[in-house]
Every structure is written in C-alpha cells, then in structure tokens.
C-alpha cells in the first residue's frame, strides 16, 4: 500500500509556472506507475500525464507545456506546468497504481490550482 500526498499548488497568473510535487510513502514506490488527475468545479476528473517505466505519457491538452517526473530516491512524482491557462484551473489529484492493478488504485487528497486571466 502507499500514502500520497500532494503539495505546490496556488494561484498564478495566466502564462505563470508551477509545479506540483507528490510524496508516497512505502519501500516500493518505484514499482508503481505514477499519473496526476485534474478535477475542474462541474467537470469529471481527467488524466493530465503519468510515467510509467520512466515513459511520460499527456493528455493533449497539456502536451508540450506540462512535464512528468519522478525522483525513486526521494518518493515523489513531480508535475513541471508551464504556460499555465485559466482552463487549467482545476484539483490535480496525485495517483498511483502497480502493474497488476487495472486502474489507478491510490490517490492523494489533491492540490488546488488557480490560473488567473
């Protein structure tokens, strides 16, 4: 099992950087592929990137501004947003599962962003 906690969020101007950082515990962490998940008010929760095997994976809408990476030392899965627009305004939720789960099975308690216009 693994706990999840994610950090960084904020409120930032529009075209402003941030990054979002999530810390598992757990002796096995880099075991498990790591995603982050966004929730905009009225939305459905959304995959944003994961990296699974050291391969990142984007959704499209944040492809080329936004960059997954993990530290198997440290525990923690980062979230590189560059470029940032109001519409990325949302929850970005932290989640982790292992090569046998069929979906994300652990998830942190998120991280508001704010993107101001």
């Known amino acids: 099992q693994v706990q999840l906690q994610e950090s960084g969020g904020g409120l930032v101007q529009a075209g402003g950087s941030l990054r979002l950082s999530c810390a598992a515990s757990?002796?096995?962490?880099?075991?498990?592929?790591m995603g982050w998940f966004r929730q905009a008010p009225g939305k459905e929760r959304e995959f944003v990137a994961a990296?699974?095997?050291?391969?990142?994976s984007y959704a499209d809408s944040v492809k080329g501004r936004f960059t997954i990476s993990r530290d198997n030392v440290k525990n923690t899965v980062y979230l590189q947003m560059n470029s940032l627009k109001p519409e990325d305004t949302a929850v970005y939720y932290c989640?982790?599962?292992?090569?046998?789960?069929?979906?994300?099975?652990?998830w942190g308690q998120g991280t508001q962003v704010t993107v101001s216009s």
């Open positions: 989640a982790a599962k292992t090569n046998i789960d069929l979906g994300y099975k652990y």
């Open positions: 757990g002796r096995t962490f880099n075991s498990y592929a």
């Open positions: 990296i699974t095997w050291g391969i990142p």
